[in-house]
Structure formats: structure tokens, C-alpha cells
Nanobody, 111 residues
Framework: QVQLVESGGGLVQAGGSLRLSCAAS????????MGWYRQAPGKQREMVATITSGGSTNYADSVKGRFTISRDNAKNTVYLQMNNLKPEDTAVYYC?????WGQGTQVTVSP
């Protein structure tokens, strides 16, 4: 079983930055893809970014050029650097790996 704990969310003004972290325990995840999803109020959960074990990345069109996903396999951690945040980025952000989800961290972007 994998446990995932997200951190780094908060309240930020539009144009600001946040860095989310997702620490995994229970299994070394270096051979697995990991990802970030988000869910805004009244909307379906959507993929934000994913990263393979080899470091290949994929982003939602809405965050390309603003968000960067990375991983530190030694620390069993995946990150999401979010720059130039917009109010529409407001959501609960979830980390996912090996079919397991974290509890989520709230990101709120004020105009």
C-alpha cells in the first residue's frame, strides 16, 4: 500500500507562485509514473501533469508553460511548481501514484 501526503497549498494572488510537494511512503515509487490532478468546486477531477519513471512529462493545455512537474526518487517525492497562477487554477490538488490518491491540498488564487 502506498501513502501519499500533499503539502504546499495555500492562498496566493493572481500572478503568484506555489510549489506543491507529494511525499510517498510504503513503497519506492521510482519505477512508477506519478501525477497531479485537481478538482474545482462543481467540476470533474482533471489531470494537471504527469511524469514517468524516466522523467517524461505531460501537461494539461491550460497549465503548459506555467506549471512544472518534477520528481526526486531518492526522496520518493514529486513536486508541482506553479507559476503565474490564475483564479481558474483554484482547486484541490491531488497526487496520484500506483492507483493511490493523496488527501489533497487546497490552492486558492485570488484576483
Amino acid at each position: 500500500q502506498v501513502q501519499l501526503v500533499e503539502s504546499g497549498g495555500g492562498l496566493v494572488q493572481a500572478g503568484g507562485s506555489l510549489r506543491l510537494s507529494c511525499a510517498a511512503s510504503g513503497r519506492m515509487l521510482s519505477i512508477y509514473a506519478m501525477g497531479w490532478y485537481r478538482q474545482a468546486p462543481g467540476k470533474q477531477r482533471e489531470m494537471v501533469a504527469t511524469i514517468t519513471s524516466g522523467g517524461s512529462t505531460n501537461y494539461a493545455d491550460s497549465v503548459k508553460g506555467r506549471f512544472t512537474i518534477s520528481r526526486d526518487n531518492a526522496k520518493n517525492t514529486v513536486y508541482l511548481q506553479m507559476n503565474n497562477l490564475k483564479p481558474e487554477d483554484t482547486a484541490v490538488y491531488y497526487c496520484v501514484a500506483v492507483g493511490n490518491w493523496g488527501q489533497g491540498t487546497q490552492v486558492t488564487v485570488s484576483p
